[in-house]
């Protein structure tokens, strides 16, 4: 079909499977299981984790791509993109791959973000080679068919509305745009009903051929698998397609970059008759690759990451101004976000926003007590090995690890990380975060002169 993203062609040379390299990266106990990679010649990587304690596996296949990769007139194309996806190939309908994994009891879903794209399914570690054969044909073979796009413009112009229709969630995308401005990480995931109506098939098509090729995919696997058994099906599942022809081919490596956040005091107010006021408060914060992420982690769930958080303590325990109040980071290649999020009763918005500056301010010019560092040090570690306590996290975290990193980390390393964090690297973190002037994102049914004071939580 000429709509596929790969050409069907010839077995591959024998020359060229002689260039398949394989690596232990990590070796169980601490690990948690032990991990290895394989590179193709074609430049596909593979990485699995081998629990064999556990009767499930997550299969699970990266592709180098996010919101961030589209222009204006594209914005919305990845998630689009990834919606077609499960429309259908030349070997099965939309129908035949959700029955397929349906008939094992299995789970398949996908997600979209600014910088990459995941296809996934949890399966029994008996029917790994069924999931390992739908998701590789979806990625390999997807038709991306005019009808379907149609289709599922549909799907996709509801699932705008449902965001649009919940504002504690799309305060984080106007949060965006406060601080990207109209720039691709600015801009949201899902795209607007503009720039989906204007997508068309070919554009599509032509996106799909550009960003998913084999050097710009990684295939995760973790649960009870045997490595050498996911490569020789997902090799057999790519050159089916004629996806590993070119031999001389070198995986790309992470996205490298500088981008200077210098966005301060800037303030949005989107106004929605909603019972709440959704406020974000925040300014620029790490890119993932930062050494002082671990300080600035420590730094987070002290400030905002739990119920004995400060934030929590004084915005909830002590004054029932909110329900939800929380700090988060988002890190990306060359920047990052700090946020502290809160939803409130619009008469008391002001009064929130004064604590949050207060502690933020407080924090930022003294640092955390040591009672409070040691305490989010505990939290932090134990909710980084709980959240991997099944093969779905643990397909992320490897995934992810050799997309974003190029290189893998274990637990035990990750641990010592997060627990050699000191009260100065927290204080030089705060200070050089917090320090800054915030701006802010405010979804909510404020009257005129509530809006004009907002510039004061900033000033």
Partial sequence: MTSRGFRATARTSPEARAVARTQTLIKGAGGIGTVRKTTLPGGLRVVTETLPSVRSATFGIWAHVGSRDETPALNGATHYLEHLLFKGTSRRSA?????????????????????????????????????IDVVCDMLTGSLILEEDVDVERGAILEEIAMTEDDPGDCVHDLFAHTMFGDNALGRPVLGTVDTVNA???????????????????????????????????VRAAFEKAGALTRTDATPIGPRAGRRAIRTAGRVELLAR???????VLGMPGLARTDDRRWALGVLNTALGGGMSSRLFQEVREKRGLA????????GFADCGLFGVYAGCRPSQVHDVLKICRDELDHVAQ???SDDEIARAIGQLRGSTVLGLEDTGALMNR?????????????????LARIAAVTPDDVRSVAQDILGQRPSLSVIGPLKDKQASRLHDAVA
């Avoid at 490897?398 to 990750?414: R, T, Y």
């Fill in 95 to 131: 129908l035949d791959i959700s029955s397929a994994l349906d008939a094992v009891g299995g789970e398949m879903n996908a997600f979209t973000a600014k910088e990459y794209t995941c296809y996934y399914a949890r399966v029994l570690d008996t029917d790994l080679p069924l999931a």
């Fill in 199 to 233: 997508l068309t098939a070919d554009r599509i098509r032509r996106f799909y051929r550009k960003h998913y090729d084999p050097t710009h995919l990684v295939v995760a696997c973790a649960g009870n698998v045997d490595h050498q058994k996911v490569v020789r099906q």
């Fill in 273 to 279: 008759k909603t019972e709440q006021a959704h406020v």
């Fill in 323 to 330: 329900y939800s109040v929380y700090s988060y980071t988002s």
């Fill in 366 to 368: 003294n640092g955390l």
């Fill in 398 to 414: 490897i995934g992810k690890s050799e997309l974003c990193w190029g290189d893998q980390m274990s637990v035990d390393d990750m």
